[in-house]
């Protein structure tokens, strides 16, 4: 044993990403004392801009976008309480199919050894003990996140360190709910309000796992309150607003648990796990 705190670190490809995926587990687990480190690759400047500006339409700003974007990510990790935030700074890539994804240094461009080797840096620094990414797809085949994928898992091979390793996922029970809710609120939206589109809801319900092949269920529930205001700090992020607008409780009921595939473990942890640090306290 060492006095070296238990580290988390999660690397996530764009600011808002920490607050929807793993909010939960970085709330939950700065509250237990152990030290979170979020890693986030690009800089989110493909997002909308001021009033909603969409890339590519007049007065997009990306390099704009990407400043207002890396202040509610600070923002997100204060109410987090995140320890330590580190930026790759990558072009963001933009979503699949974009003229973004070709530019010149976009993270999609870059080359997964440079960024693999600056991520395993940071590793060596941090020696996270339980490590959190994307799965192979990225969880719905976004570029960045594919990337961010490559990276991490290339950047553990760069190293010596042998963390516990997830990759985040949703159970299908819950992505169905999820298209419910998102039918339900269709109902009730005022006319005025966008409404979602129900080709999006039922692709929502096939992604994730079957609900046996989910390795670690983590309850975050006392944390969902926290969750929700980190990704009401990214108030720029028009997809974000489904969410917030289910209302603290309701999003409570649904963002309670998060969940994960282990995939490296050397500690004999035996699964279904409720724990990320399983083994290792």
């Known amino acids: 044993m060492t006095d070296r705190p238990l580290t988390l670190m999660a690397v996530h490809a764009h600011p808002d990403d920490e607050a929807t ?17 979020l890693v986030t690759c690009t800089d989110g400047g493909c ?9 590519g339409d007049p007065g997009h700003d990306p390099a704009a976008v990407a ?5 509610e990510l600070e923002e997100s990790c204060d109410v987090l309480k995140i320890s330590d935030l580190e930026m790759l700074d990558y072009a963001d890539s933009g979503m699949a199919g974009w ?33 959190v990414t994307y799965d192979e797809n990225g969880f719905y085949g976004h570029p960045d ?21 997830y990759w985040t996922t949703m159970p299908r029970s819950l992505m169905q709910r999820f298209g419910e809710t998102m039918r339900e609120f ?9 409404e979602p589109d129900p080709a999006e809801a039922a692709a ?31 108030a720029s992020q028009g997809e974000n607003i489904f969410f917030l607008k289910m209302g603290k409780e309701k999003f409570g009921e649904l963002m309670g648990t998060e969940t994960f595939v282990r995939v490296k473990d050397a500690t004999g942890a035996t699964v279904p796990e409720n724990d990320l640090f399983a083994g290792l306290r």
């Open 21 to 37: 995926g793993t909010g939960g587990i970085l709330a939950r687990y700065a509250a237990e004392g152990i030290r979170t480190v």
């Open 145 to 165: 996140h594919i990337q961010a994928h490559r990276i991490t898992m290339a950047a553990l091979e760069m190293t010596a360190l042998t963390p516990k390793v």
């Open 99 to 131: 003229p973004s994804n070709d530019a010149p240094g976009s993270f999609w461009q870059t080359p997964v050894e440079e960024g693999a080797a600056r991520l395993a840096e940071l590793m060596r620094h941090y020696r996270p003990d339980v490590v």
């Open 186 to 194: 269709q109902e009730d939206v005022p006319e005025s309000e966008p």
């Open 67 to 71: 400043l207002l974007r890396r202040q």
């Open 204 to 234: 929502m319900a096939e992604i994730g796992l079957p609900d046996d092949e989910i390795t670690t269920w983590v309850d975050t529930t006392a944390f969902s309150g926290q969750k929700f205001d980190a990704l009401a700090a990214h």
């Open 47 to 55: 997002g909308d801009g001021p009033g909603g500006v969409k890339p």
